[in-house]
């Protein structure tokens, strides 16, 4: 049964500084994974999905690095913004399911 | 492209009534549509996959004649909680699958509806 973490579980940043987010999976047969964006009592949004063939994705500020292999990927937000405050979910596509860990709480302060 | 709408947002409702929430994909036709519960700083857990016409598929520990999943057409699927109890209060989130996707990397979440049973 495939497993996802996330670390750290909250982050506190200054506006401006870079930041990274793990997310860690126990079994590497993946079709992709998912990072989504999901703010107090919302919904989610889909942030980038990388391919289980693909290193990386990048969207603007925001870069995904998936290295399979070791069952590792790593949100990275560069320059951070109050309005980058949210909670930050990691899924894994299996064959038929997503997997998803608890995500990271951020807040970035002005 | 590729909206997926849940009515209500939010509702309260009494121990032991009965509530329904709908999913619906506005602008796709959706083969597949999952059913998520995520309790507060939770990560968000698969209840069920609906396909359109059949019977949904219940993951373990979700009881069925609980959770009344109903998906009649290809652009809508319903959930119903039944004698809802406030251990039920949660988050619900649907995700619909486009109709021509052959993976798992076009689900389309939905925006929740939050339920508090009192």
């Known amino acids: 049964k495939q497993e996802v973490t996330q670390i750290p579980a909250a982050l506190s940043v200054p506006e401006g500084e870079n930041l990274v987010l793990n997310c860690s999976f126990t079994?590497?047969?993946?079709?992709?994974l998912q990072w989504f964006r999901q703010d107090p009592g919302k919904g989610l949004t889909s942030l980038l999905l990388?391919?289980?063939?693909?290193r990386e994705q990048t969207s603007g500020r925001l870069n995904a690095s998936l290295d399979k292999s070791s069952g590792r990927s790593t949100l990275y937000i560069a320059a951070s913004q109050p309005g980058d405050s949210a909670t930050y979910l990691c899924?894994?596509?299996?064959?038929?399911?997503?997997?998803f860990g608890k995500g990271t709480m951020l807040l970035v302060s002005p | 492209g590729a909206v997926v709408s849940q009515h209500p947002s939010w509702v309260i409702c009494k121990s032991g009534t009965s509530v329904k929430i709908e999913c619906r994909s506005l602008?796709?036709?959706?083969?597949?549509m999952f059913w998520y519960r995520q309790f507060p700083k939770q990560s968000l857990m698969l209840m069920a996959t609906s396909n359109e016409g059949s019977k949904a598929t219940y993951e373990q520990g979700v009881e069925k004649d609980k959770f009344l999943i109903n998906h009649a057409s290809l652009t809508l699927s319903t959930l119903t909680v039944t004698s809802a109890h406030p251990e039920d209060s949660s988050f619900y989130i649907c995700s619909a699958e486009s109709r021509l996707a052959s993976s798992t990397d076009t689900q389309y979440f939905g925006p929740g509806t939050r339920l508090t049973v009192l």
């Open positions: 990388i391919q289980s063939s693909q």
């Open positions: 602008d796709f036709q959706a083969t597949t």
């Open positions: 079994d590497s047969a993946i079709y992709n």
């Open positions: 899924a894994v596509a299996g064959y038929s399911t997503l997997t």
